[in-house]
T-cell receptor
Framework: QKEVEQNSGPLSVPEGAIASLNCTYS??????FFWYRQYSGKSPELIMF????GDKEDGRFTAQLNKASQYVSLLIRDSQPSDSATYLC??????????FGTGTRLTVIP | DTGVSQDPRHKITKRGQNVTFRCDPI?????LYWYRQTLGQGPEFLTY????????KSRLLSDRFSAERPKGSFSTLEIQRTEQGDSAMYLC??????????????FGNGTRLTVT
């Protein structure tokens, strides 16, 4: 079982819609959770992090964490074509490194 | 905050040659990480430094790979006797010590290695 699993997509949404990206993780002891955006050929860019159960909002982005279900999600409201990228979910188990999923490719259609 | 800087951006080398990459972390970050990413995959952890001490190494880091951070500032990653399977994007990241192991990682632009 992989440490972090994501649907590779591609996920296509029309401009202005809500994009929902999901991630599950295997280790119940995981302590912190991160979403990174990666444009093609570029390095990952931190979007949000969440440590506690519930929702965390930052502008058009909302991260949701459910530790009982070992599930993390990222919602992007009012999706824009510039949001088209690969979204990486990463989990810190308390050790000194992050485990990344393979990413979900999002396409926002104008 | 000038961000994490990596050099070179691209490196093309012939199989069997040695290569060395450099990373300059964000200045107040004492934690530095090296990751490797291949096409269609997420970044994979290679190694981690806290200040000058290399505290963790992945099993992915074969004995052909060595990393140093001699003065707790910049770091180098050397690959000896490169193989075609070493072709990847090598990413450096640093983090703020304030939140310990839960601090977000901030990545540099990466060094893309192509071994021919």
């Amino acid at each position: 079982q992989k440490e972090v699993e994501q649907n590779s997509g591609p996920l296509s949404v029309p401009e202005g819609a809500i994009a929902s990206l999901n991630c599950t993780y295997s280790d119940r002891g995981s302590q912190s959770f991160f979403w990174y955006r990666q444009y093609s050929g570029k390095s990952p860019e931190l979007i949000m992090f969440i440590y506690s159960n519930g929702d965390k909002e930052d502008g058009r982005f909302t991260a949701q964490l459910n530790k009982a279900s070992q599930y993390v999600s990222l919602l992007i409201r009012d999706s824009q074509p510039s949001d088209s990228a690969t979204y990486l979910c990463a989990v810190n188990k308390g050790a000194n490194n992050l485990f990344f999923g393979t990413g979900t490719r999002l396409t926002v259609i104008p | 905050d000038t961000g994490v800087s990596q050099d070179p951006r691209h490196k093309i080398t012939k199989r069997g040659q040695n290569v060395t990459f450099r990373c300059d972390p964000i200045s107040e970050h004492n934690r530095l990480y090296w990751y490797r990413q291949t096409l269609g995959q997420g970044p994979e952890f290679l190694t981690y430094f806290q200040n000058e001490a290399q505290l963790e190494k992945s099993r992915l880091l074969s004995d052909r790979f060595s990393a140093e951070r001699p003065k707790g500032s910049f770091s180098t990653l050397e690959i000896q006797r490169t193989e075609q399977g070493d072709s990847a994007m090598y990413l450096c990241a640093s983090s703020d010590p304030g939140q310990g192991g839960n601090s977000p990682l901030h990545f540099g632009n990466g060094t893309r290695l192509t071994v021919t």
